[in-house]
C-alpha cells in the first residue's frame, strides 16, 4: 500500500475518532442542561410546598395557643394533638370520648368502653372513625386569610412567629421528600433585601450570595396588608451536586471513549509498522539480490578461468581459482542465512550483533573477491591501510556485506577501465 493511502485512511479514521468525540460531548453537555433544569424546577416546586408548610405550621400554632376560643387543643405529641376528650359513667361501663386533631389536618374521633367487674379493668373495644369533616387547618388556613388583616398575633414580626430551627426543618423535611439532600443555605428576607431570619449561629457571608440567589419564595402569602418575606436557598455546590447525580453516565461514556481511542491508537501502530517492516523486507531482499550477484559473477569467473587451458597452465593459478570458489560459496552460505532472518524482521525482533574487529582484514578480504572481475577489465585498485583506528564495533556480517556492496557498485558504476582507491 502506498504511503499516501496509508495517510489518507489514517487522516479519515481520526477525523471520524474526532467527531465521535465531539458528538458525545454535545450530547453530554445537553445532558447536564437538562439535569440542572430538572433540578431547578424541582427546588421551585419543594420552595412552593415549604411556602404552604410553613403558612400551616403558623396556623397550628396559633389553634394551640386560642385555647379559650372553639379551635382550642392539648398538645398530645408532636404528631397528633387532642382536640376534646372526656370520661362518663353508666351502669358500669365506663366510656371516653377523644377527638384527635392530626398533623394530616384531619380529625379523629374514637371512643373507649372499659367495664369495672373489681379487676383492674379491661378493655372491651376501641373503635376509631373520620366523620369526613375534612381538613380543619385547610379551612382555617383560608379563614385566615381574611382574619388575618385584623388578627393582633400577625402584628408580630414574623421572626418571633416562626423560629429558624423550624423552617429549617420544614425545608429539609420538603426536599427529602424531592429528593434533594444538596447541602443549602437559607435565610428569610424582607422586600429591601434584608435578613430578618436566620442561623446567627453560622457564619455570616453566605447571607450576602443568599440576598442574590435565584431561589426563593414568599412565605406570607396570606397577609394582605404585610410586608412580603421571602425564603431564600443557595446551593454552594449546586453544579458538583449535578454533575455526581451524571457520574455513572460520564463515567460509562469515558471509558467507551477511552477504548475507541486506545483501539484507534493501536490500529494506526500496527498500519504504520507494517508498512515499516514491508519496507524493511523489500530493502532486504533488493539489498540481497544484489549481494547475491557479487559472488555468484566470482564464482562463474573463476569457473571459466578454470576451463580455460591456458590459465591451468599457470603455476598456482587452479589453487587459487578454486580458494576463491570456497569463499564465495562460504559468502552465499552467510547470505542465505541473512535472508533467513526475514521471519525476525517481521516479528520485530532484528537485532544486531555487535563486537569489536579489525575492519582492515575484512577490507582485503573483499577486495580478493573483486579482484577477479577487476582484472577481467583491466581494472586497478589501491588500498590504503595505513588507519591508527581500525577497531569498530559492529555486525560483521553486514559490515562485509557493505563493504562487497561499496565495491561491486564501484565496478559496476565505473567506465573502463576501472579504478578504486
Not at 359513667?89 to 370520648?97: A, S
Not at 371512643?111 to 369495672?116: A, F, L, P, R
Not at 544484489?290 to 571459466?304: D, F, G, M, R
Request: charged share 25%; glycine share 6%.
Amino acid at each position: 500500500m502506498k504511503r499516501s493511502w496509508i495517510y489518507t485512511v489514517v487522516g479519515l479514521m481520526a477525523i471520524a475518532l474526532i467527531g465521535v468525540v465531539a458528538i458525545q460531548y454535545y450530547f453530554f453537555q445537553n445532558t447536564v442542561k437538562l439535569k440542572e433544569a430538572q433540578f431547578r424546577y424541582s427546588v421551585n416546586m419543594a420552595l412552593n410546598e415549604v411556602s404552604e408548610e410553613i403558612q400551616r405550621y403558623e396556623t397550628k400554632e396559633r389553634l394551640l395557643k386560642n385555647r379559650n376560643s372553639r379551635r382550642a387543643l392539648d398538645r398530645l405529641d408532636s404528631i397528633q394533638r387532642v382536640m376534646a376528650s372526656g370520661w362518663t359513667q353508666q351502669d358500669g361501663f365506663y366510656l371516653k370520648d377523644t377527638i384527635i386533631l392530626t398533623d394530616e389536618g384531619s380529625l379523629q374521633m374514637s371512643y373507649t368502653s372499659y367495664h369495672n367487674l373489681g379487676n383492674d379493668g379491661k378493655l372491651i373495644t376501641e373503635v376509631d372513625f373520620d366523620p369526613g369533616l375534612g381538613s380543619v387547618v385547610d379551612q382555617v388556613w383560608i379563614e385566615d386569610m381574611i382574619a388575618g388583616m385584623f388578627d393582633f398575633e400577625r402584628m408580630r414580626p414574623f421572626e418571633q412567629r416562626v423560629q429558624f430551627t423550624e423552617v429549617d426543618s420544614i425545608v429539609h423535611k420538603v426536599f427529602d421528600g424531592f429528593g434533594i439532600d444538596a447541602d443549602l443555605d437559607m435565610a428569610v428576607f424582607n422586600g429591601f433585601g434584608q435578613p430578618v431570619l436566620f442561623d446567627r449561629e453560622e457564619d455570616l457571608k453566605p447571607l450576602v450570595a443568599l440576598s442574590k440567589t435565584d431561589y426563593r419564595v414568599r412565605v406570607n402569602q396570606n397577609e394582605m396588608i404585610s410586608d412580603p418575606l421571602f425564603l431564600h436557598i443557595r446551593f454552594p455546590s449546586e453544579r458538583s451536586y449535578v454533575m455526581t447525580t451524571l457520574w455513572p453516565l460520564l463515567f460509562t461514556s469515558g471509558s467507551l471513549m477511552l477504548i475507541i481511542m486506545a483501539a484507534f491508537a493501536f490500529t494506526v501502530y500496527i498500519i504504520l509498522r507494517q508498512k515499516r517492516v514491508s519496507e524493511i523486507k523489500n530493502d532486504f531482499i533488493n539489498n540481497m539480490t544484489h549481494e547475491l550477484k557479487t559472488p555468484v559473477s566470482t564464482i562463474a569467473l573463476a569457473c571459466e578461468a578454470l576451463s580455460d587451458p591456458d590459465m591451468r597452465s599457470i603455476s598456482g593459478s587452479t589453487d587459487r581459482y578454486v580458494g576463491m570458489i570456497n569463499e564465495e560459496n562460504k559468502r552465499l552460505g552467510t547470505l542465505v542465512e541473512s535472508v533467513l532472518q526475514t521471519a525476525i524482521v517481521d516479528r520485530g525482533e532484528l537485532k544486531l550483533k555487535k563486537e569489536q574487529f579489525d575492519v582492515h582484514p575484512f577490507i582485503r578480504e573483499a577486495v580478493d573477491h573483486i579482484r577477479l572481475a577487476l582484472d577481467k577489465r583491466k581494472g586497478e585498485i589501491h588500498l590504503d591501510l595505513s588507519s591508527a583506528g581500525p577497531i569498530v564495533q559492529a555486525d560483521k556480517v553486514h559490515v562485509q556485506n557493505i563493504i562487497g556492496n561499496l565495491l561491486d557498485n564501484a565496478m559496476k558504476y565505473s567506465e573502463d577501465p576501472p579504478r578504486i582507491i
